[in-house]
């Protein structure tokens, strides 16, 4: 990238010289110019000394010392018996001579352009620059890079981890397995969601094995210019050969190796090349070579199935989210650098953050230091652990939002009825906390703690959970008989679920055990769009009104909860309105207060 304005700065710099030798070469005469016939008077007239002729230019010194130039016409032959006759002193020059450089220039510069223009982009070529070296593969070679991470620096992925061993073991020391005559696999697919440590695990293998590392990204490979995608297919391998043992790493590998003949209007043509060609470099591999090659995705589903075919990337590591142990030993290395306040207690916030990945815990780490030096604490505190999670998770509190009295209240009550039916129901994790603060889009959260990480849910849990999201709704009509745009999400994640109870999980009586996957999955270029749909209508209308029942059912069971305890809905959302957060315990608190007083 550097190369190019460096070149194209030397290439100006040279025309703008030859335009400069130009001008000084035809300007060599100077003086004040005059009409020829004016010039001829002045030879007439005697006054004339000296007269340099060059080509149609001459120029006069006068006996005043002054001097003038002129061009004659070309034709004009009766100059020089003019200058004689009058005895002038005159002198040809040689037009030739004069602009010699130039001369040769004027008839070598176009050569000489085509050469350098030539020369410049065989430079680019050559030199893998990225918007010339259209052929040679953009791999980066990531030894030192690579080398800094070790398996240590990866965590709450052990099994993961052990499946890889056996990987480092043979980069270690590829004889070993020589001598045993084993097949060791050439291709390793990590499968893992975004941000579940597939690249830095890549990255720990080389450091682990200490060897090289070419990692290149699927995107890479996809080109504008036919036939580049194959040649740096070609060029990496042959690369990484040189170089054995090493790994090479190709990154989003579904960029590259979807499904081939999938694509609508025509297919990628480029993309199928480059495929192929991946495909016959796998091939080409007889193991032994010291070479593996490890690609990571998060959509095998759409990868083609030559790809994973034995002696390709025949061997697939599924790399998941930590659970609770996990993300707690990823806090650890990601919070060793930081200087946390006594009270920081990873194990708390592992359980308080479900579902997130490696990723999302190394931003949450740094995001917590991030708030605590804003109000320049010494250590990063429990609290600011919890705004980051907060922020990370729902998006920014907007404090300086202002919301109108009214709408505050029907927050209030919305939240307060999502809280109640969640401290309620036995089958809904318990309330972590409620505030009506904004945060990102939405006006206010009932945040609920998870006990343990979630691996299939029971139908029970799911009808609380749907209870749970209806609570806000019902409140509001409970209470103001009328509805607000709030609770959409609500109900757009509500129908969902009774969605997938429907045709996912098939726990409906009327539907049966079925799986119907209409729902869900992205369409996949033409692949899905040619599928037949496999639901006569009369299923998907039953589905429909399944649906609806389920939804209309938690919808009124959950009107009936809240009726039932209106005192403690009204209490919650005074409260709420009073302090704008508060904590699940405090809900408990004035449940176990209001129900006492009931009996
Ligand atoms: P992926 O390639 O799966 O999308 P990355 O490997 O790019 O995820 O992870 C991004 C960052 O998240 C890493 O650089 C690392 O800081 C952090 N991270 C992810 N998973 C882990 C893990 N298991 N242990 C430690 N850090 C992790
Ligand atoms: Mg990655
Ligand atoms: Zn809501």
Redesign the pocket.
């Known amino acids: 990238m550097q190369n190019i304005p460096k070149n194209i700065i030397l290439l100006i710099s040279i025309i703008i010289g030859i335009i400069v030798l130009y001008t000084f070469s035809t300007k060599t005469m100077s003086g004040k110019e005059i009409l020829f016939s004016d010039f001829m008077d002045i030879v007439e007239s005697g006054q004339m000394l000296n007269v340099t002729i060059k080509g149609n230019q001459i120029s006069g010194q006068t006996n005043t010392n002054e001097t003038f130039i002129t061009n004659t016409p070309r034709y004009y032959n009766d100059l020089v018996p003019q200058l004689y006759k009058r005895g002038v002193r005159f002198n040809v020059e040689s037009t030739e001579a004069n602009g010699l450089l130039f001369a040769i220039l004027s008839s070598w510069l176009p050569i000489i352009l085509i050469i350098g223009v030539w020369i410049f982009f065989m430079k680019q070529m050559q030199g893998g620059n990225k918007i010339m070296g259209f052929g040679k593969s953009r791999s980066k070679m990531l030894d030192e890079d690579a080398k800094r991470f070790t398996f240590d620096d990866v965590a709450g992925i052990e099994e993961s981890k052990e499946e890889l061993d056996e990987i480092v073991e043979f980069l270690r020391d590829p004889s070993k397995f020589e001598k045993l005559g084993g097949r060791i696999p050439t291709g390793v697919l990590l499968v893992g969601e975004?941000?579940t440590g597939?690249?830095?695990l890549a990255k720990a293998i080389a450091g682990e094995a200490q060897v090289a590392f070419f990692s290149i990204s699927g995107s890479d490979f996809v080109e504008m210019f036919v036939g580049v995608g194959a040649s740096r297919v070609r060029d990496l391998f042959a690369q990484a050969r040189e170089n054995a043992p090493g790994i090479i790493f190709i990154?989003?590998i579904d960029a590259v190796g979807r499904h081939r003949g999938a694509g609508l209007g025509g297919g990628n043509d480029e993309r199928e090349q480059t495929l192929n060609q991946l495909l016959v470099e796998l091939d080409g591999f007889n193991g032994n070579e010291g070479v593996i090659v490890i690609a990571?995705t998060n959509r095998p589903d759409v990868l083609d199935s030559a790809l994973t075919r034995p002696g390709r990337f025949d061997r697939q590591v599924v790399v998941p989210k930590p659970d609770i142990n996990g993300r707690q030993k990823i806090l650890g290395i990601h919070t060793k650098e930081l200087k946390l306040a006594e009270d920081v207690d990873l194990k708390k916030i592992a359980q308080a953050t479900p579902g997130f990945t490696g990723a999302d815990l190394a931003n949450l780490a740094n995001e917590s230091a991030l708030i605590a030096a804003r109000q320049n604490k010494k250590t990063i505190g429990m609290v600011d652990f919890e705004e980051a999670r907060d922020k990370v998770m729902m998006g920014k509190e907007r404090r300086s939002m202002i919301i109108p009295d009214d709408e505050k209240k029907t927050t209030a009550y919305h939240e307060a009825g999502h809280a109640i039916i969640a401290a309620m129901l036995d089958e809904v994790d318990p309330v972590h906390k409620v505030t009506i603060i904004p945060r990102g889009r939405a006006l206010g959260l009932t945040m609920l703690l998870p006990e343990d990480d979630k691996y299939s849910q029971k139908e029970s849990q799911l009808r609380g959970i749907l209870m749970m999201m209806m609570g806000g709704r019902a409140a509001e009509e409970l209470i103001f008989n009328h509805f607000t745009t709030g609770a959409s999400n609500d109900l757009e994640r509500a129908t969902s679920i009774a969605n997938r109870i429907v045709c996912n999980w098939g726990m409906n009586k009327e539907i049966g055990p079925i799986h119907l996957s209409a729902s869900g999955d992205e369409v996949f270029l033409g692949r899905d769009l040619m599928r037949k749909r496999n639901i006569s209508q009369s299923l998907a209308n039953k589905i429909d009104k399944e649906v609806s029942k389920i939804v209309n059912t938690a919808y009124q069971k959950t009107m009936k909860v809240l009726k039932d305890n209106i005192n403690i809905l009204h209490k919650v959302s005074q409260k709420l309105l009073e302090q704008e957060t508060i904590t699940g315990q405090e809900i408990l608190d004035i449940l176990g207060k209001m129900q006492g007083a009931h009996q």
């Open positions: 975004p941000g597939k690249t830095l990154d989003e990571a």
